[in-house]
């Protein structure tokens, strides 16, 4: 199995929007994806609480998939490519990590 981590910290503001509202608009895209994605076998999204230090990240996403190969389709996905480009619009950072286990 693989696992796909990743952290965003978000803007103060960015598409007309808070910071809050545009996590909860990103939570909802990447969890929509669930839907639309065939090779995502499991999927969490999470918003850090709001009072949470400034130097931590705004938002988390797990997936999980059966091969390499799944993930490549999942991120070069029209639907996820779609979410990314929004998330880059609103992002001042982000992290990954991506591993196998068993």
Same mark, same amino acid.
Request: charged share 35%.
């Given at each position: 199995?693989?696992?796909?981590?990743?952290?965003?910290? #978000?803007?103060? !503001?960015?598409? /007309?929007?808070?910071?809050?509202?545009?996590? =909860?608009?990103?939570? *909802?895209?990447? +969890?929509?994806?669930?839907?639309?994605?065939?090779? #995502?076998?499991? !999927?969490?999204? /999470?918003?850090?609480?709001?009072?949470?230090? =400034?130097?931590?990240? *705004?938002?988390? +996403?797990?997936?999980?998939?059966?091969?390499?190969?799944?993930?490549?389709?999942?991120?070069?996905?029209?639907?996820?490519?779609?979410?990314?480009?929004?998330?880059?619009?609103?992002?001042?950072?982000?992290?990954?990590?991506?591993?196998?286990?068993?």
């Amino acid at each position: 199995m693989i696992k796909h981590v990743v952290f965003f910290r #978000l803007l103060d !503001e960015a598409e /007309g929007k808070t910071k809050a509202e545009n996590a =909860r608009l990103i939570r *909802d895209g990447l +969890l929509a994806l669930r839907d639309k994605i065939d090779v #995502l076998r499991s !999927e969490e999204v /999470g918003i850090n609480i709001p009072n949470a230090p =400034r130097t931590d990240y *705004d938002l988390c +996403l797990t997936c999980t998939f059966d091969r390499w190969e799944d993930l490549d389709t999942y991120q070069f996905h029209p639907e996820h490519q779609r979410v990314a480009a929004y998330i880059g619009r609103c992002k001042s950072s982000r992290a990954a990590v991506d591993y196998e286990y068993e």
